[in-house]
């Protein structure tokens, strides 16, 4: 009888039931989209994130050089003043091959490696050097000086006026690439962590102190490189080592990947950083105890910048922020605004339908039907339509998330360009806004960056630094679904008990004697 | 059966109060026809609705095999009209969606029969008033007597003690009121029932054993010749 009632009255309203049930499949198909497309997003930020930190590294720490002590800026190896005698003369050949931090990321000694290492709830820690090589080649030019300042730059500072820039750059070829120091007894951790070795091998503890090295393969198409082939590294005396390739690596897109890897001390050793680092690397025992190995770790290192994944998180900007903004906030509230909206409306036509059957049910009562009985029965067809409209809105859910998945662009995230506090493996990081913090010594540059072409090639490289590109991806998991289905049934529950608590109350009497 | 003392009942009606019933006093012993008249709002129904435990009296008793109805809590108070208490209603009031078979079903639900005896027993009871053709037809498609013959069925399925009927023939036509009234004399002769109507009809009066005047919200009560 009461599965028989049910269908006969929920034919008779039929198309109120249908008007109800789509009320509550709207809401569960934008409550089944959004979910989809925020856990989408949640993933691409996971992968974003993962491509950016890398495996099994869970905090990094590196430190932010104070003003002034940059050091190690570029420079042609000689003082540029007007009628010094130290500026070569014109004609002079120039070739040097420089190997530095490049001033954006600050030394730690590397007893800190040590020290982190041991500390509790540490699982390991490794060190590492991320340095620019570069390379310069020309012939000094005359050069005419209409008084003032000569036409370089040193260390932090900037020139001003004299000279004609774009005419002495054009005389000298600059090539640069980014060499990783890496720790070889610590290969878990760091810049390799996440790379594939596609050709050859990878470094082994016989390569600590050799002059071996791999190569990005990217980097290794462009510049013809193979297993086998040599790559000349600077130093901090401005002259080179062959270093001979001995496998070729492949880094995930956005992992913003180093050019050359080689062995940490030969990278130390060459850039004049011995006992130096200038990332370390950390794994925690556990990920519950990340944060507090982070806060010792900001202790022990006084001055240093700690980042974990969520400070990372934080950092990342770009489409894939504002899409997960959107899913978080508006995408939320609207689903929940809708869902409310629906059970609000399913309780009223609920109540108006008990109210219009009020002598059936007061018929019933003078039957001997219990009030129970008879709330029963209106829930029952209300979580009827409500089954029903959960069914239809998991349809839309899924037409909701295969429309989000098609049509969606894809999303980008990147970091901060200013960002210098925290490094990835790669290390391209270190890129300020307009070519290398605190240095951009020997390139003239009157003030106007536009004319220096070499000062426009190096803020091409920061501005793309960091950059992610995920295709937003929206899975609509069995979880979502039974939450959907769920949601169905309370609110058919929820009008149900409406209904159920008006027809409760009649008293017999009253409703026979509402015959018309 | 019933035993009716100085029963009253008031309704509020705005800031007035209105006496539907001012201290009636009547007994009905078992196996009895009692036909009750009078003009239009002066308590007939409401006495029928005490008499049926629909509501309860403002004050007074009401006897019922030893049962004061309005002392009674309503959860007994259904389990009464459940076992006992047989309705007969002007309009019919079947369900519209249910046919004819799951009207006479519903009066079964409440004793908790199984899905087989009732069906068994509601068909048996239609089959008795001649609808044995009906079963699977909905109120919609039975005409005025074919519907107030499922309401008698479900009244009757049950076997309770006592039937009460609120204007049974009121929407009927001349030929299906006799046809009706004759119907539940039979029922009365053979089942030993006892029966309260309500009626305007005097022809259908006249064929009780006691009439009963309602005026006024009292009642007074004779032996029809």
Same mark, same amino acid.
């Given at each position: 009888?009461?599965?028989?009632?049910?269908?006969?009255? +929920?034919?008779?309203? /039929?198309?109120?039931?249908?008007?109800?049930?789509?009320?509550?499949?709207?809401?569960?198909?934008?409550?089944?989209?959004?979910?989809?497309?925020?856990?989408?997003?949640?993933?691409?930020?996971?992968?974003?994130?993962?491509?950016?930190?890398?495996?099994?590294?869970?905090?990094?720490?590196? *430190?932010?050089?104070?003003?002034?002590?940059?050091?190690?800026?570029?420079?042609?190896?000689?003082? @540029?003043?007007?009628?010094?005698?130290?500026?070569?003369?014109?004609?002079?050949?120039?070739?040097?091959?420089?190997?530095?931090?490049?001033?954006?990321?600050?030394?730690?000694?590397? $007893?800190?490696?040590?020290?982190?290492?041991?500390?509790? =709830?540490?699982?390991?820690?490794?060190?590492?050097?991320? +340095?620019?090589?570069?390379?310069?080649?020309?012939?000094?030019?005359?050069? =005419?000086?209409?008084?003032?300042?000569?036409?370089?730059?040193?260390?932090?500072?900037? $020139?001003?006026?004299?000279?004609?820039?774009?005419?002495?750059?054009?005389?000298? %070829?600059?090539?640069?690439?980014?060499?990783?120091?890496?720790?070889?007894?610590?290969?878990?951790?760091?810049?390799?962590?996440?790379?594939?070795?596609?050709?050859?091998?990878?470094?082994?503890?016989?390569?600590?102190?050799?002059?071996?090295?791999?190569?990005?393969?990217?980097?290794?198409?462009? =510049?013809?490189?193979?297993?086998?082939?040599?790559?000349?590294?600077?130093?901090? *005396?401005?002259?080179?080592?062959?270093?001979?390739?001995?496998? &070729?690596?492949?880094?995930?897109?956005?992992?913003?990947?180093?050019?050359?890897?080689?062995?940490?001390?030969?990278? @130390?050793?060459?850039?004049?950083?011995?006992?130096?680092? %200038?990332?370390?690397?950390?794994?925690?025992?556990?990920?519950?105890?990340?944060? $507090?190995?982070?806060?010792?770790?900001? *202790?022990?290192?006084?001055?240093?910048?700690?980042?974990?994944?969520?400070? +990372?998180? $934080?950092?990342?900007?770009?489409? &894939?922020?504002?899409?997960?903004?959107?899913?978080?906030?508006?995408?939320?509230?609207?689903?929940?605004?809708?869902?409310?909206?629906?059970?609000?409306?399913?309780?009223?036509?609920? /109540?108006?339908?008990?109210?219009?059957?009020?002598?059936?049910?007061?018929?019933?009562?003078?039957?001997?039907?219990?009030?129970?009985?008879?709330?029963?029965?209106? /829930?029952?067809?209300?979580?009827?339509?409500?089954?029903?409209?959960?069914?239809?809105?998991?349809?839309?859910?899924?037409?909701?998330?295969? +429309?989000?998945?098609?049509?969606?662009?894809?999303?980008?995230?990147?970091?901060?360009?200013?960002?210098?506090?925290?490094?990835?493996?790669?290390?391209?990081?270190?890129?300020?806004?307009?070519?290398?913090?605190?240095?951009?010594?020997?390139?003239?540059?009157?003030?106007?960056?536009?004319?220096?072409?070499?000062?426009?090639?190096?803020?091409?490289?920061?501005?793309?630094?960091?950059?992610?590109?995920?295709?937003?991806?929206?899975?609509?998991?069995?979880?979502?679904?039974?939450?959907?289905?769920?949601?169905?049934?309370?609110?058919?529950?929820?009008?149900?008990?409406?209904?159920?608590?008006?027809?409760?109350?009649?008293?017999?009497?009253?409703?026979?004697?509402?015959?018309? | 059966?019933?035993?009716?003392?100085?029963?009253?009942?008031?309704?509020?009606?705005?800031?007035?109060?209105?006496?539907?019933?001012?201290?009636?006093?009547?007994?009905?012993?078992?196996?009895?026809?009692?036909?009750?008249?009078?003009?239009?709002?002066?308590?007939?129904?409401?006495?029928?609705?005490?008499?049926?435990?629909?509501?309860?009296?403002?004050?007074?008793?009401?006897?019922?095999?030893?049962?004061?109805?309005?002392?009674?809590?309503?959860?007994?108070?259904?389990?009464?009209?459940?076992?006992?208490?047989?309705?007969?209603?002007?309009?019919?009031?079947?369900?519209?969606?249910?046919?004819?078979?799951?009207?006479?079903?519903?009066?079964?639900?409440?004793?908790?029969?199984?899905?087989?005896?009732?069906?068994?027993?509601?068909?048996?009871?239609?089959?008795?008033?001649?609808?044995?053709?009906?079963?699977?037809?909905?109120?919609?498609?039975?005409?005025?007597?074919?519907?107030?013959?499922?309401?008698?069925?479900?009244?009757?399925?049950?076997?309770?003690?006592?039937?009460?009927?609120?204007?049974?023939?009121?929407?009927?036509?001349?030929?299906?009121?006799?046809?009706?009234?004759?119907?539940?004399?039979?029922?009365?002769?053979?089942?030993?029932?006892?029966?309260?109507?309500?009626?305007?009809?005097?022809?259908?009066?006249?064929?009780?054993?006691?009439?009963?005047?309602?005026?006024?919200?009292?009642?007074?009560?004779?032996?029809?010749?």
């Amino acid at each position: 009888m009461f599965f028989t009632y049910i269908g006969r009255e +929920l034919r008779r309203r /039929m198309r109120q039931a249908i008007f109800i049930a789509i009320g509550l499949a709207l809401g569960i198909g934008l409550v089944i989209t959004v979910t989809a497309a925020s856990a989408g997003v949640k993933n691409a930020q996971a992968s974003v994130l993962h491509s950016l930190y890398g495996v099994g590294t869970d905090i990094t720490v590196t *430190k932010t050089p104070t003003a002034g002590s940059e050091g190690n800026g570029f420079g042609f190896g000689f003082r @540029q003043s007007i009628g010094s005698t130290s500026r070569p003369k014109a004609g002079s050949k120039i070739d040097n091959n420089t190997l530095s931090a490049g001033g954006t990321l600050a030394s730690l000694a590397s $007893s800190n490696v040590t020290s982190i290492a041991k500390m509790d =709830n540490v699982a390991a820690a490794a060190g590492g050097l991320t +340095l620019n090589d570069r390379t310069i080649t020309g012939t000094v030019p005359a050069l =005419n000086f209409n008084g003032g300042g000569g036409g370089f730059s040193r260390s932090g500072s900037s $020139s001003s006026g004299g000279g004609n820039p774009s005419s002495f750059g054009a005389n000298f %070829n600059i090539n640069t690439f980014t060499v990783n120091g890496v720790d070889i007894a610590n290969g878990e951790l760091g810049p390799l962590s996440t790379g594939k070795i596609s050709s050859g091998r990878t470094f082994t503890t016989a390569d600590n102190a050799s002059d071996v090295a791999l190569v990005d393969a990217s980097y290794a198409t462009q =510049n013809k490189l193979k297993v086998g082939s040599t790559i000349a590294v600077g130093n901090s *005396k401005n002259t080179a080592t062959n270093f001979k390739v001995v496998g &070729i690596v492949s880094e995930p897109a956005g992992n913003n990947p180093a050019d050359v890897y080689i062995p940490l001390g030969v990278a @130390q050793s060459l850039a004049g950083l011995k006992n130096d680092v %200038n990332t370390i690397y950390v794994t925690a025992s556990n990920s519950g105890d990340i944060s $507090s190995v982070a806060s010792s770790i900001s *202790k022990a290192v006084p001055g240093s910048t700690v980042t974990d994944q969520n400070t +990372l998180a $934080s950092e990342v900007t770009g489409s &894939i922020s504002s899409a997960a903004s959107l899913a978080n906030n508006l995408g939320k509230w609207l689903a929940i605004a809708v869902l409310i909206a629906a059970f609000l409306l399913a309780s009223l036509l609920t /109540m108006a339908a008990v109210t219009r059957r009020i002598r059936e049910f007061g018929t019933l009562k003078a039957l001997g039907w219990k009030s129970r009985r008879i709330v029963f029965q209106v /829930m029952g067809e209300a979580v009827a339509i409500g089954i029903v409209g959960g069914v239809i809105g998991v349809g839309l859910g899924f037409a909701g998330a295969a +429309l989000v998945n098609k049509f969606s662009s894809p999303l980008t995230a990147s970091l901060a360009s200013n960002t210098t506090g925290s490094a990835t493996p790669g290390g391209a990081r270190q890129f300020g806004g307009g070519g290398f913090a605190g240095g951009g010594g020997g390139f003239p540059t009157s003030g106007t960056t536009g004319n220096n072409p070499f000062r426009g090639a190096f803020s091409n490289a920061a501005r793309t630094a960091g950059t992610v590109t995920e295709h937003l991806h929206a899975p609509v998991t069995i979880a979502i679904i039974i939450v959907a289905v769920g949601l169905a049934i309370l609110g058919g529950l929820i009008a149900g008990a409406f209904g159920g608590w008006r027809a409760a109350r009649l008293r017999p009497a009253d409703a026979l004697s509402k015959v018309a | 059966m019933y035993k009716l003392t100085n029963v009253t009942k008031d309704y509020p009606k705005g800031r007035e109060t209105v006496h539907a019933l001012r201290g009636v006093d009547v007994e009905i012993p078992d196996g009895e026809w009692l036909a009750i008249q009078g003009p239009t709002g002066h308590g007939k129904s409401t006495l029928l609705q005490i008499l049926g435990g629909l509501d309860r009296p403002t004050s007074g008793s009401v006897d019922f095999d030893g049962r004061d109805l309005a002392r009674t809590r309503e959860a007994q108070m259904t389990k009464v009209r459940a076992d006992s208490i047989g309705f007969i209603f002007q309009t019919f009031n079947l369900i519209p969606t249910l046919s004819a078979l799951e009207n006479v079903e519903t009066a079964l639900v409440p004793l908790g029969v199984s899905g087989a005896s009732r069906r068994a027993r509601a068909a048996e009871a239609l089959n008795s008033l001649g609808l044995g053709d009906r079963l699977r037809h909905l109120p919609s498609e039975l005409s005025g007597g074919q519907q107030q013959r499922v309401a008698i069925a479900r009244a009757l399925v049950k076997e309770p003690k006592v039937l009460l009927a609120d204007e049974p023939t009121g929407n009927l036509d001349e030929d299906t009121r006799d046809e009706i009234i004759g119907l539940l004399e039979k029922l009365w002769q053979d089942n030993g029932l006892t029966m309260v109507i309500v009626t305007h009809d005097s022809s259908i009066a006249r064929r009780a054993q006691r009439l009963g005047t309602m005026r006024n919200g009292k009642l007074t009560v004779k032996q029809t010749v």
